[in-house]
T-cell receptor, first 115, second 114 residues
Framework: EAGVTQSPTHLIKTRGQQATLRCSPI?????VYWYQQALGLGLQFLLW???????NRGNFPPRFSGRQFPNYSSELNVNALELEDSALYLC??????????????FGPGTRLLVL | AQSVTQLGSHVSVSEGALVLLRCNYS??????LFWYVQYPNQGLQLLLK??????LVKGINGFEAEFKKSETSFHLTKPSAHMSDAAEYFC????????????FGTGTRLAVRP
């Protein structure tokens, strides 16, 4: 069974640009979570999508946004990039209301570098 | 609100020695608790989890953890460290069976000396 996949693995942008990160959940999983792992700040929750709806949002500015597609894959968009957005962005998936919702399985991450 | 405290950002043990990584949590609801491991330049891998039932939980790679409600702890142990255990370990708490975000501790980096 394939795990959570993320693309691209690395992304280099300059300040003010936009970044788009993609995530495909494990087959059968309907919930997708996004976390930011920045140096010195640990793992911070960004967004939770389930069945195409945004269910919860962490303490991040509105320039962090995303969506979930009908096939349950997800996209994270970061607008007006700032230097401090440089981080590893991790996507996780879990079963939705049909099963074990509490266990999240993580992808390998996208490393974003903002210059 | 939920929070996790991991005591010791760095732990160093000799190969073959006991591994003990400490995790204390705070939760206003019965917690679901997790340990994840992160190898360099990789994502998080689930080691084990506690939801309900048996308080001693066994995971992959010989790790286990015990949920102690009275001490609000969920420490991770392994009887004998292996060089391949060198990684960063994260304790996390979740709100329960309905899903939603995990709250992570700051992580403990484990070094294993030959």
């Amino acid at each position: 069974e394939a795990g959570v996949t993320q693309s691209p693995t690395h992304l280099i942008k300059t300040r003010g640009q936009q970044a788009t990160l993609r995530c495909s959940p494990i087959s059968g999983h309907t919930s997708v979570y996004w976390y930011q792992q920045a140096l010195g700040l640990g793992l911070q929750f960004l967004l939770w999508y389930d069945e195409g709806e945004e269910r919860n949002r962490g303490n991040f500015p509105p320039r962090f946004s995303g969506r979930q597609f009908p096939n349950y894959s997800s996209e994270l968009n970061v607008n007006a990039l700032e230097l401090e957005d440089s981080a590893l962005y991790l996507c996780a998936s879990s079963l939705g209301t049909s099963g074990d919702q509490e266990t999240q399985y993580f992808g390998p991450g996208t490393r974003l570098l903002v210059l | 609100a939920q929070s996790v405290t991991q005591l010791g950002s760095h732990v160093s043990v000799s190969e073959g020695a006991l591994v003990l990584l400490r995790c204390n949590y705070s939760s206003s609801v019965p917690p679901y608790l997790f340990w994840y491991v992160q190898y360099p330049n990789q994502g998080l891998q689930l080691l084990l989890k506690y939801t309900t039932g048996a308080t001693l939980v066994k995971g992959i790679n010989g790790f286990e953890a015990e949920f102690k409600k009275s001490e609000t702890s969920f420490h991770l142990t392994k009887p004998s460290a292996h060089m391949s255990d060198a990684a960063e370990y994260f304790c996390a708490v979740g709100p329960g069976s309905s899903g939603d975000k995990l709250t992570f501790g700051t992580g403990t980096r484990l070094a294993v000396r030959p």
